[in-house]
């Protein structure tokens, strides 16, 4: 099912996790609307990088699905309000961060992880952090702006 011009719910709510685990990540309707956002997020991040098609790596995963892949229980992926993605055909994960680093798109949450892009949302009715940091492997600590 499409939710944006370019983004179906199917690449927001895939998990290969839950697949190979058999474990529901099914979305709800709230998390329907939270992905949403994050299509439309998501469609301003394609336009910024020149209209080039966008691989999500991650965006919904379940509490079940969470902790089997080491996210934080906190994780905004919980609650379909992020996407981890490459744009191979804009460059790496680092010049994809600092484009939308300098952008005046509004983001909570920008991550330069280790091979892919973070971006999250605030929930609704909470102000959006802007805070942008790297975090250069799965044991390193998260360090403050986008470190290349
Ligand atoms: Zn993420």
């Known amino acids: 099912m499409k939710i944006s011009e370019h983004f179906t719910l199917e690449e927001f709510s895939f998990s290969e996790t839950a697949a190979r685990l058999g474990l529901d990540n099914t979305p709800n309707l709230i998390v329907i609307t939270n992905l949403g956002f994050v299509s439309a997020l998501m469609e301003r991040i394609r336009t910024l990088l ?8 991650s965006g919904y ?20 309000l992020a996407c981890d993605f490459v744009c191979p055909t804009f460059g790496t994960p680092a010049e994809v961060a600092q484009a939308i680093l300098k952008s005046g ?16 949302l605030a929930q609704a009715g909470l102000l959006s952090r ?18 290349a």
Not at 50 to 57: C, T
Not at 138 to 144: I, Q
């Open 61 to 80: 995963r379940s509490i079940a699905v969470n902790q089997a892949v080491g996210g934080v229980a906190t994780s905004a992926h919980c609650r379909g």
């Open 105 to 120: 798109i509004e983001y909570d949450q920008l991550i330069l992880e280790y091979g892919w892009v973070h971006v999250g």
């Open 50 to 57: 020149g209209d080039r098609p966008i691989v999500v790596r």
């Open 130 to 147: 802007r805070e942008a940091l790297t975090k250069r492997s799965p044991w390193a600590a998260y360090e403050s702006g986008i470190r």
